[in-house]
């Protein structure tokens, strides 16, 4: 049997996310169950081919079956909702305008659009490093959808799916500067096209031109603080969730920070823009999602350790 995280790796997931909490295979409810289904088989074939338990929940979610799991149901349901209460007593934040189940949000920056002339035919592939530059080109052009999209992560690849894109490629690693060592083998000989935020955090396009590979580079979002927003105290032993550097910059213009709050970052790259006196915990993927179970981790490790 092939080790358990190489084979979550190999199958490189777009719309399963495991939680290493619940032990499950959790869906991405935002698509339908069709749009997951050949995902699902994948993933069963898959545990089943390795000789993992499971079983499949209502929900569609996948949970793994513990060899040495004794508890009775009873026992497991009583565990399930002393977790359940735990988890919905955390106070959990999310730093932009989207609505995150188990998390509040607070709007403290807009995305703004950056509308570019393109010609799309002068390309042979196009980089993806955040959805946000997904929806931004989708939002005055059609063009960038013929074109071979490579992406850092699974929600960037769904958002590409979900648009109607070409989808290439989805990176292994998920973080930084070692999508672009991926990246190398897959671009040789084409030109590339890579549509970014304002601010690059990674050595995205360096890496790439001293493959020899062309690539040129455009703006089509920028993140911008939300000055009008009325800041409130953020309660003790926040869970405070960073997706970008420019949300460390805006966080901090606006609140103080506490020792007893927990700082998560989306990943390596953003982690390297904390204060030296903070030190966040990284999210195994680069989505909210999984920050968000990161902090839920935390918590009830926390809780266990306590008692």
Request: aromatic share 12%.
């Amino acid at each position: 049997m092939i080790h358990f995280t190489k084979m979550i790796t190999k199958l490189n997931l777009l719309y399963y996310e495991y939680n290493i909490n619940k032990k499950a295979f959790i869906p991405d409810v935002s698509y339908t169950p069709a749009q997951r289904y050949d995902e699902l088989m994948k993933l069963t074939y898959e545990l089943s081919k390795n000789r993992i338990e499971y079983f499949v929940q209502k929900d569609k979610s996948v949970r793994m079956i513990q060899k040495k799991e004794k508890k009775s149901f009873i026992g497991k349901n009583i565990d399930s909702l002393t977790q359940n209460i735990k988890i919905a007593q955390m106070d959990i934040f999310t730093l932009n305008d989207k609505k995150t189940k188990l998390a509040k949000n607070i709007p403290l920056y807009k995305i703004s659009y950056v509308i570019q002339e393109i010609d799309f035919n002068q390309y042979d592939a196009i980089i993806f490093t955040s959805q946000n530059a997904v929806l931004a080109v989708n939002s005055f052009s059609e063009g960038w959808k013929k074109i071979p999209a490579y992406t850092i992560a699974a929600q960037t690849a769904k958002t590409v799916k979900k648009l109607g894109g070409y989808l290439q490629f989805v990176s292994l690693t998920k973080h930084g500067d070692t999508f672009a060592q991926e990246l190398m083998d897959e671009l040789k000989g084409k030109r590339v096209l890579y549509l970014r935020g304002e601010k690059v955090v990674t050595n995205l396009i360096k890496i790439i031109e001293d493959a020899k590979i062309q690539c040129d580079d455009k703006v089509v979002y920028r993140n911008i603080c939300n000055e009008g927003l009325k800041v409130k105290v953020l309660p003790k032993n926040a869970y405070i969730i960073f997706s970008s550097p420019s949300t460390i910059e805006c966080f901090f213009k606006k609140f103080t920070w506490k020792e007893s709050y927990t700082a998560i970052s989306i990943g390596n790259t953003t982690a390297q823009y904390f204060p030296p006196s903070i030190t966040p915990y990284i999210a195994d993927t680069t989505s909210i999602v999984s920050c968000i179970n990161k902090a839920i981790e935390l918590k009830l490790s926390s809780t266990k350790n306590f008692l």
